[in-house]
T-cell receptor, first 113, second 117 residues
Framework: ELKVEQNPLFLSMQEGKNYTIYCNYS?????LYWYRQDPGKSLESLFVLLSNGAVKQEGRLMASLDTKARLSTLHITAAVHDLSATYFC?????????????FGTGTRLQVTL | GAVVSQHPSRVICKSGTSVKIECRSL??????MFWYRQFPKQSLMLMATSNEGSKATYEQGVEKDKFLINHASLTLSTLTVTSAHPEDSSFYIC?????????????FGPGTRLTVT
């Protein structure tokens, strides 16, 4: 059974600081996703990482993937309050004709002034 | 960009009644859609994969007779929660894959919050 774990589960950080969220998964997969969820809302896609060594950046967020270590990171640079949300990573369960996602536990990020 | 809608966005029903939730792909065709459930402060759990024109595939532990899925067209999948009970109260989110798009791309709907009283 594929397991996806994130840490930390909760992160309180000050504006302007840097931090990294980690996503570990238990079986081989070639695709790793990061999503953002605001309270009461659905998911917003942030990144899709498709291969070992992939790195993607958007604004203050940067995601990377190491398929050999089964690890992805989401790095936050100079956090701002607007980044407060819950962040999920997700991994493909199958890599055939459809993408079935297994989600991580989620990391609730709170950026304080 | 690809848009997925869900209807209703919120529903309150009485215990024992059935509730139908619709998931529509608005500007693309989706042979495959997915239904997820999210309890408060928890992660998303895949319930089932909905395939156009065929039976849905349910994840382990999900009762197929309780959560009826119909994917009768390339743009619509429905989830019916039958004989709903308070423990079925949850946030239900669907996603859809563009039949002509890359296999890794999924588009999520805005979710339906179900409260069973």
């Amino acid at each position: 059974e594929l397991k996806v774990e994130q840490n930390p589960l909760f992160l309180s950080m000050q504006e302007g600081k840097n931090y990294t969220i980690y996503c570990n998964y238990s079986t081989t997969s070639d695709r790793l996703y990061w999503y953002r969820q605001d309270p009461g809302k659905s998911l917003e896609s942030l990144f899709v990482l498709l291969s070992n060594g992939a790195v993607k950046q958007e604004g203050r967020l940067m995601a990377s993937l190491d398929t050999k270590a089964r690890l992805s990171t989401l790095h936050i640079t100079a956090a701002v309050h607007d980044l407060s949300a819950t962040y999920f990573c997700a991994v493909d369960k199958d890599t055939g004709t459809a993408s079935k996602l297994t989600f991580g536990t989620g990391t609730r990020l709170q950026v304080t002034l | 960009g690809a848009v997925v809608s869900q209807h209703p966005s919120r529903v309150i029903c009485k215990s024992g009644t059935s509730v139908k939730i619709e998931c529509r792909s608005l500007d693309f065709q989706a042979t495959t859609m997915f239904w997820y459930r999210q309890f408060p402060k928890q992660s998303l759990m895949l319930m089932a994969t909905s395939n156009e024109g065929s039976k849905a595939t349910y994840e382990q532990g999900v009762e197929k007779d309780k959560f009826l899925i119909n994917h009768a067209s390339l743009t619509l999948s429905t989830l019916t929660v039958t004989s709903a009970h308070p423990e079925d109260s949850s946030f239900y989110i669907c996603s859809a894959r563009d039949s002509l798009g890359p296999v890794y791309e999924q588009y999520f709907g805005p979710g339906t919050r179900l409260t069973v009283t």
